[in-house]
C-alpha cells in the first residue's frame, strides 16, 4: 500500500537523529550496591563463554542458556567459582521454554537487571545454495529466539524501571559481502529490533546496546561453529575461494574475545549515556565507515529523482 496524504512518521529525521534514547535521570539501569543478574544467551564458546567467565569472576549472577550445559561447565572449569551460575539447557525457538528459563532466573536471583541476547553462529553459501531448512533454522536463532528472550524478559525490566539490553549483532548486521546473505538476513533484522525496542522503553529507565563486532580470535570461523550448504553448485567458484580463506583465518582474526567481553561489561556497568551501536574492532569500525559512505553516495545521487513520486504539494 503506498501511503498519501501527510507523513505517517512526523519529525522522522529528528527522531532518527536522536541516537542516544534519553532515560529519566532519577533511573539507573544498572545496580551498585548489589551483585547484578545477567541472562545470556549462547555460553558455551566464544564471546558468550568469554562473558560468563568475567561476570562470574566480577561476583555477578549468570543465567546462562545453551543447548549444552555440559560444555559450558567442562569449558569453565574450576577456573572461576560457579556458585552464581545457573546453567540452562534451551531451545530459544521454544517460546515457552524461553518464558520458563527466565522465571527460574528471576526467582533463583531476585530479579533481573541485564540482558544479552548472544546466540548464533556463521553460515557461507550463495543465496540460491540456501535451502528453507537452514533459513529457518538462523532465523530461529537470530530472529525468532531474540524475540522469545525480549518478550519473557522485556515486561521484567519495563515494571521494575531499571535495566540494560544488550544485543549482539556484527558489522555484517550493517554491511552485507556474497555468501553471507543469510546471516546478514538474520543480523540486519536484529538492527532493526533494537532501533525500535530502543525507542519503545527508553521512557522506562531500560537500556538497549547493539554491539557490533568484527572478526573476533574465537571459534566462529572452525568447521564446527561455520554452518556450510548441504548442496553447492559450481556457479560460484568465488564463494568456496572465500570459504576456505575463511576457514583458514581461523587464529589469526584481529578481535581479542577477552578485550571484547570487558569492553560490553564497561559499557553496561559505567551506565553511562552512550550511541545506541557499540562498534568493537578497527576491522569493524572500517566496514561501517565504507557502508556510510556508500550510502551518502547513493542518497546525493537520488537526491533529485526521489521527489518525483510525491503527491503535489497542496
Known sequence: M?????????NLGSRLAEAIPRRNEDTMSFPSDRPSTWFVTGTSRGLGLELVTQLL???????????STDRLLAALGDRVDTSRLLPLPLDLADDAAVAQAVAHTVERFGGLDVVVNNAGYGYLAAVEETSPAEVRDMLDVQVVGVWNVLRATVPVLREQKSGHIVNVSSVLGLVSLPGWALY????FALEGISEALAGEVADFGVKVTIVEP??????????DSLALPAETTDAYPGIREMTENHLNLQGSQ???????????IERVVSDAEAPLRQVLGSDSHAYASAKIDALRANLDATAQTAPATDHPAA
Open 2 to 10: 503506498r501511503p498519501c496524504g501527510p507523513s505517517p512518521w512526523p
Open 214 to 223: 568484527g572478526y573476533f580470535r574465537t571459534d566462529f570461523l572452525t568447521r
Open 254 to 264: 584481529l578481535g581479542d574475545p577477552v578485550k571484547g567481553a570487558a569492553a560490553i
Open 184 to 187: 546478514c538476513a538474520g543480523k
Open 57 to 67: 569472576r566480577r561476583g555477578d549472577n549468570v543465567a546462562a542458556t545453551t543447548r
